[in-house]
């Protein structure tokens, strides 16, 4: 099941957006509805396969998430693509009203997460998109870190009810997963065991946990568990309470730490009563000058050196 790769290089965009073709090919009721970003989205491929189900609405977020409503409400399975704060912030009321309330099964495609959109500045980095997500009723919320998860987590989407709030980064991943892959929604996924402490984390930050977990093992001769909370709502609790019972826990997470994974994380630990060392890194609640997603990666410690001195702060 687990195969990690740090020489592969692949861009989510490119697996999502292409992956569309084997799904429209797999059911005549699969239909994408983007707005205007195409090329950004990885949509083309599609669009030219299935022109007869594919729906450009032009620079209208809030349309395009009340037309994928009505697709569903017919019987259609709408994937809506656009940037995540896009669909989280402009297309808010329509994600909220039109189609969690009705509880339509509409796949809301968000890419851009967090900062990886890097010098695109602030208007295209969604720092807010999971707090805002988990806290609209019926809505799922799902963040995926490698190829092979993102082909399964379609699969999983194709008949899934209810809404779903698929999130993804532009910044490369690496390979974490095999083909045997046995993936879950609900069901978080350990990488890597260990009893020393752990990592929970989502996304391209998977890839950091990872590595960090490697260099303490290796500089320090510590087992540090990593677990890959790919559905931030519902969130695993069990997969909490066992990385608890390591005796420290590093959440890890591109996004606002208000909100986000860690917030989740800290909300079972507290719920629970479970007494934790316990870090939330994450972006800072500030808005931050444009600049390469490498960048703030390192600068709020997200990168793999200060996962580590995250950990080994916890461990002292």
């Not at 020489?7 to 205007?36: P, S």
């Not at 998860?149 to 379609?154: F, G, H």
């Not at 980064?169 to 083909?179: A, F, K, N, Q, T």
């Not at 260099?215 to 069990?238: A, L, S």
Request: glycine residues 10%.
């Amino acid at each position: 099941m687990i195969k990690i790769d740090f020489e592969k290089k692949t861009f989510l965009r490119d697996v999502l957006g292409g992956y569309m073709q084997e799904l429209g090919r797999q059911d005549e009721k699969v239909v994408v509805v983007n707005a205007d970003l195409m090329g950004t989205c990885r949509n083309r491929s599609f669009v030219a396969s299935y022109p007869e189900r594919s729906f450009n609405v032009g620079i209208a977020e809030q349309n395009m998430i009340s037309f994928a409503a009505g697709l569903a409400h017919e019987g259609f399975k709408p994937y809506a693509f656009s940037m995540a704060p896009f669909i989280s912030m402009r297309g808010l009321e329509q994600c909220r009203t039109d189609v969690a309330y009705a509880g339509l099964d509409v796949r809301l495609m968000a890419t851009y997460a967090g900062v990886s959109g890097g010098i695109s500045g602030a208007t295209h980095w969604s720092l807010e998109d999971c707090g805002i997500m988990c806290s609209i009723p019926n809505m799922t919320v799902v963040e995926t870190c490698d190829e092979v998860q993102a082909k399964k987590l379609l699969e999983k989407s194709l008949d899934y009810s209810g809404p779903i709030y698929i999130r993804s980064s532009v910044e490369p991943v690496i390979g974490i997963y095999d083909d045997s892959y046995d993936y879950e929604i609900g069901r978080a996924d350990t990488i890597m065991a260990g009893d020393d402490g752990a990592f929970i984390c989502a996304g391209v930050t998977v890839k950091y946990a990872v590595q960090a977990a490697k260099n303490i093992f290796q500089k320090h001769g510590k087992k540090i568990r990593v677990v890959d909370m790919h559905t931030i709502k519902p969130i695993d609790r069990q997969a909490i309470r066992t990385a608890a019972a390591t005796g420290a826990v590093v959440a890890v997470h591109d996004h606002n730490v208000m909100g986000g994974l860690g917030t989740q994380v800290g909300q079972v630990l507290a719920e629970e009563g479970i007494g934790v060392r316990f870090a939330n890194i994450g972006l800072k609640d500030h808005f931050e000058p444009m600049a390469h997603a490498s960048y703030l990666y390192h600068k709020f410690s997200l990168d793999a050196e200060g996962l580590e001195q995250a950990m080994l702060g916890l461990l002292k």
